[in-house]
């Protein structure tokens, strides 16, 4: 998986991801076999992780780690 990704310093992750698919909903940035994702797609999946933990009862501010498969899924 490749993640074509420049983060400015004056940004959150979150704040960066937001804005990108506010200006560039359709540019691809997510490269992973035969998947790619645009930058509205990735706003949504993480979105959706974001409800789910919180959800779980994380809260902002708090620390998590992310073990994963090398995958977008």
Do not use: C, Y
Request: proline residues 5%; aromatic residues 4%; negative net charge.
């Amino acid at each position: 998986m490749t993640l074509n990704l420049k983060l400015p310093e004056s940004k959150t992750l979150h704040q960066h991801v937001e804005a990108m698919a506010m200006s560039k909903p359709d540019k691809p940035v997510v490269f992973a076999g035969d998947s790619t994702w645009t930058w509205r797609d990735l706003q949504e999946r993480v979105g959706l992780a974001a409800e789910a933990l919180r959800a779980a009862g994380l809260q902002g501010g708090e620390r998590l780690v992310v073990i994963s498969e090398n995958s977008p899924s």
